[in-house]
């Protein structure tokens, strides 16, 4: 992903902590995808935001990248929450959190990575999710 586009999500989104050292996280690298998921991701990272703030706790993603061809999104609680919720209320948020990261990775292998054009799974000795265009030119 171009930097400027690192740089928008991580101004945005409380979540992302580039600054880390990479024994606590891996944001370092920053996003280990193509431009062309930035929406696919926003959109993610929106519906997430929404979560936390509403139910008023944190989170730290600790890396976001393609792999296989796909988005793969990791993400931990912060160890405050524990002091603050209770083990269901903290199963119900991972469920649903967990729930917005699969559909999102679901739908990254129909977006080209490149581009964000619709794309497909492409087997060209490496996975890679793109569209008819990007993947002449790969």
């Not at 431009?35 to 935001?49: A, R, T, V």
Request: glycine share 6%.
């Amino acid at each position: 992903m171009t930097k400027d586009l690192e740089k928008k999500l991580f101004d945005r989104f409380s979540f992302f902590h580039p600054e880390e050292s990479l024994s606590q996280s891996l944001m370092a690298f920053g996003f280990e995808c193509g431009s062309g998921w930035f929406n696919l991701i926003w959109s993610l990272c929106e519906d997430i935001d929404r979560i936390i703030k509403k139910e008023n706790f944190s989170i730290k993603v600790v890396q976001v990248k393609e792999k296989f061809g796909g988005l793969r999104f990791y993400w931990i609680f912060k160890e405050s929450n524990y002091d603050i919720l209770d083990d269901d209320k903290i199963d119900e948020i991972f469920d649903k959190i967990e729930s917005l990261i699969n559909k999102a990775e679901e739908r990254s292998y129909q977006v080209c990575e490149v581009c964000g054009a619709k794309g497909s799974l492409r087997k060209n000795g490496w996975l890679k999710t793109l569209c008819d265009n990007c993947n002449k030119e790969n």
